[in-house]
Structures are given as C-alpha cells and as structure tokens.
C-alpha cells in the first residue's frame, strides 16, 4: 500500500510563491505517473499537473500554465509542485497522487494513491 504525505502548504500573499512537496512510502512509484489536483470549497477535485514516471513529460491545467512547475526526484521517492505568482483563486487543498495506469492524466479516477492533502491560502 503507498503511502503518500503532503507539505509546504501555508498562507501567502498574492503574486507570491510556495513550493510542496510530496513523500512517497513506496521506491514502486518511481514506475508511474504522478500529479497534483486540488479541491477548493464547494467545488469539485480538479486537475492541476501530472508528470511521466521519467519526468521527462508534463502536463499542467490551463490555469496554472506558466505559473506551476511539477517535477520529481525518484531517487528520493519526492514528487514536488513549485507554485509562482499566486491568485486568490489558488486556494484549496492540494493533493498528490499516484496513477498506475499511466494514461488519463487528468483523470481522478485514474488515480490510486491520494495523499491527505496539505492547505494552501492566498490572500489579496
């Protein structure tokens, strides 16, 4: 059973940044698709990137293209999201994830494994 836990979440000002971090329990992730989805208040979970068990391949939601960057270090069994000039609208819980399945990318349902999510808070 993978274990997955979540941090570096917090609260911060709009336009700035925090970088999470995700640690994996099993060295089995390292074969597999991993990504981030969040879920705000009254809303539904939703994609936020995902990257190849490689990491030479990502994919990022519309809404975060060219403000978030996934990447991960397999060595280290880590997978991490460095999140730039934050919005209000980034507000959510986020999660890290892990797909087995290696297709569907932004897919939940795709996804096995979920950390317990960590918050993150911006203010305007």
């Known amino acids: 059973q993978v274990q997955l836990v979540e941090s570096g979440g917090g609260l911060v000002q709009a336009g700035g940044s925090l970088r999470l971090s995700c640690a994996a329990s099993?060295?089995?992730?390292?074969?597999?698709?991993m990504g981030w989805f969040r879920q705000a208040p009254g809303k539904e979970r939703e994609f936020v990137a995902a990257i190849s068990w490689s990491g030479g391949s990502t994919y990022n939601a519309d809404s975060v293209k060219g403000r978030f960057t996934i990447s991960r270090d397999n060595a280290k069994k880590m997978l991490y999201l460095e999140m730039n000039n934050l919005e209000p609208e980034d507000t959510a819980v986020y999660y890290c994830?892990?797909?087995?399945?290696?297709?569907?990318?932004?897919?939940?349902?795709?996804?096995?494994?979920w950390g317990q999510g960590t918050q993150v808070t911006v203010s305007s």
């Open positions: 099993e060295r089995t992730v390292s074969a597999y698709v």
């Open positions: 994830a892990v797909n087995p399945t290696n297709v569907g990318w932004a897919d939940p349902q795709r996804y096995a494994y």
